[in-house]
């Protein structure tokens, strides 16, 4: 069965397009230009995954993001946040809401159904697996904490590990800072974010060619993407 995937925006060009290239995709698709109708519309059917814009006639898309995020019924709908370059406190405020991604304006639409695809994948339980293999030449453990680069096992310190897991889960998702120190440390709030950057720093030396699916999101955090 095709995917369901929700499109809101209010500007009727990108809606149109978004939704063009998601058909060819194979996904089914709705669309909606304002949050309102979009909001009535869940009561009723659950998309997998909502492509949101941050910009709305109605109500802000952030506030949308919220409603869905905090809602038992509905939280576990993916969010794809479109949203124009210099709204960089809108992208962090949503990744710290439970937003997924995120796809600034102008995109690709190439890229953008390359982001669903990715998000959508997480959520088909690749990682529930003890061993994960990534390309051939990233493989976990992770009951051993065990770590091979090319059949070479490399060592790894367990906060290292933990970062590595955690991306590895979330593949495709932006983490910021915080949220990956709330991952490992939880209510310490001596340790800075700054930490984060240190361990990302070391891991990706310790990986070798394997370092660079660990992407850097300027300004927000960081992303596992292979």
Known sequence: ??????VVDDEEDILNLVSLHLKRAGYQVK?????????????KERPALVVLDLMLPDMDGIEVCRLLKSDSKYGDIYVLML?????????????ELGADDYVTKP?????LVARVKAVLRRGKGESEAHTVEIKGILKLDFEGY?????????ELTATEFRILKILIEKKG???S??????????????????????HIRHLREKLGEAGCFIKNVRGVGYRFEA
């Open 1 to 6: 069965m095709k995917e369901k995937v929700f």
């Open 31 to 43: 669309e909606f230009k304002e949050a309102g109708s979009f909001l009535q519309e869940i009561e």
């Open 83 to 95: 949203t124009a370059l210099s709204s960089e406190t809108d992208v962090v405020l949503g990744l």
């Open 107 to 111: 995109f690709s639409p190439r890229e």
């Open 146 to 154: 065990r770590v091979w680069v090319k059949g070479k096992e490399i």
């Open 173 to 175: 998702r932006v983490l």
């Open 177 to 198: 800072r915080e949220k990956i120190l709330d991952y490992l440390w939880g209510n310490e709030k001596y340790v800075i974010e700054r930490t984060v950057d240190v």
